[in-house]
């Protein structure tokens, strides 16, 4: 008979999935969490973690497979740490990524059903849609050089000579630039020695263009042969516009270090985005989903119901990858950004598409926006997955503008800054977007829009 401890074996019914995406299902009143199942699965698992009332099982079979498993694009997908979900159909993704963002808008930020959530907008292609990869490089069986991901809770590299996830214009470099690394002898980094040079491989693609950027991050620069190796590639590969190394010598999973050196082409592509062109260099943040990123720029329009007459602020805006396309539709866009370096770009992305109406200033946000001598109309919030600072939530209390757009990839920190802004009935949220910029994947992008009430 089955008892709850480590190495029990179960049979369970999976209900639901998870925030983490794993499948949720229940034995003798407690909850076993099991990735690489969808709900209606019927499996017997192996418990490998155990608390007094939840657990984490391995699927050992699937007894009775759901309606909504299908058969994974990837051979590697149940072991892989970049996907979670290629066993689950589409629509089925869908739901769940929706049912994430209403349970955190109800549980964490206390929001009383009814409340405008909108359909989600689905992703054009739930496959090969990735625009950049970076790519951990270690060592294999012979001394092979891999590249791939990590395995799902793991430091063990998973060898990857395609991803069927990302552009697939990216798939020769991932498996033919491994075997130059091998033949050109470089030492591949050792997280534990602390040993070798080679630490990643960074792929991006301009969606719309074409051209394909390849990034080495490495310790050093004095790689024996390194800048012939670069002018090879420039030559072999159609589309390869610029090869790049960025150093980073300290031990850290920061991926880049403080310094990039171009050593053949140039330093950056060039992508197309709402009409707009834009430089992506190797660090540069850009979403990796081209075409929902266009699809952000549309919901952000229409529910911010901008007009010529409007000042509107850009709060961590980048590259101006927000600001620039919307430029048009106001009267001056001011984009605010902490790394001094990105609001450069965003300024020439700016004079390259000749837009004049759109400013930005480098700095934290939480000490910027207190300063606006100019009140905006309205307010887009797009921060890092922590969600805002406490003194920017305060800041625009004080501001008050008339409307507030917040772009999270969190559902958990939105919820939280959504209700710290709409305290004491100050905003009322009138409207939940979510989109899928991460297909396969159990991340969910969001935009809530808020509106002034006195």
């Known amino acids: 008979m089955a008892s709850w401890q480590q190495g029990a074996v179960l049979g369970l019914s999976i209900e639901d999935l998870n925030d983490q995406g794993e499948g949720v299902g229940r034995w003798e009143g407690r909850v076993v969490f099991v990735p690489n199942t969808a709900p209606g699965d019927q499996v017997q698992v192996r418990l490998i973690r155990v608390k007094p009332r ?3 099982g391995q699927v050992m079979a699937v007894v009775q497979p759901s309606a909504q498993r299908v058969r994974p694009a990837c051979w590697v997908a149940d072991t892989c740490g970049g996907c979670q979900w290629q066993h689950l159909v ?3 993704q869908l739901e769940a990524k929706t049912a994430q963002v209403a349970a955190a808008l109800t549980r964490l930020g206390g929001f009383a059903d009814p409340w405008p959530l909108a359909p989600i907008v689905p992703s054009p292609h739930p496959l090969g849609y990735r625009n950049k990869a970076t790519y951990p490089l270690g060592v294999g069986a012979a001394g092979r050089v891999k590249a791939g991901y990590y395995e799902r809770g793991s430091h063990r590299l998973i060898n990857l000579n395609r991803c069927p996830v990302q ?8 498996a033919q630039i491994k075997g130059d690394l091998q033949t050109r ?5 050792n997280e534990t020695t602390r040993q070798g040079q080679l630490r990643h491989l960074g792929v991006r693609v301009g969606r719309c263009t ?3 950027l390849l990034t080495l991050v490495s310790t050093t620069f004095d790689l024996p042969g390194l800048a012939a190796q670069a002018e090879q590639w420039l030559a072999t590969y159609p589309g390869l516009v610029g090869v790049c190394v960025n150093r980073q010598p300290a031990p850290t ?3 880049f270090g403080p310094e990039t050196r171009c050593l053949a082409g140039r330093p950056y592509l060039e992508e197309v985005l709402a009409g707009l062109r834009f430089r992506l260099g190797p660090e540069t943040f850009f979403q990796v989903n081209t075409e929902q990123a266009e699809a952000l720029i549309e919901v952000l329009a229409a529910g911010l119901h901008l007009d010529s007459a409007m000042t509107l602020v850009d709060a961590y805006c980048g590259v101006g990858a927000l600001s620039l396309p919307l430029a048009g539709r106001v009267s001056t866009v001011w984009g605010l950004e902490a790394q001094a370096a990105a609001v450069l770009q965003a300024e020439e992305n700016a004079a390259r598409n000749g837009i004049a109406n759109a400013r930005f200033t480098a700095g934290r946000v939480e000490d910027l926006l207190p300063q606006m001598a100019t009140l905006p109309d309205g307010v887009i919030l797009d921060p890092p997955r922590k969600g805002c ?3 920017v939530i305060e800041a625009l209390h004080h501001l008050r503008p008339d409307q507030i757009a917040y772009v999270s990839c969190n559902p958990a920190t939105l919820a939280r800054d959504l209700q710290a802004l709409c305290t004491e009935g100050l905003y009322q949220l009138t409207q939940v977007q979510p989109l899928d910029f991460f297909p396969q994947t159990h991340h969910v992008e969001t935009v809530a829009f808020l509106q002034l009430t006195h």
Do not use: Q
Request: aromatic share 22%; hydrophobic share 45%.
């Open 54 to 56: 939840y657990g984490w």
């Open 253 to 255: 999973n920061v991926i």
């Open 389 to 391: 600072e406490p003194a």
């Open 185 to 189: 002898g470089w030492a591949v980094y």
């Open 210 to 212: 074409g051209e394909v």
């Open 167 to 174: 552009d697939a214009r990216l798939d020769p470099f991932l």
């Open 90 to 92: 589409y629509p089925a």
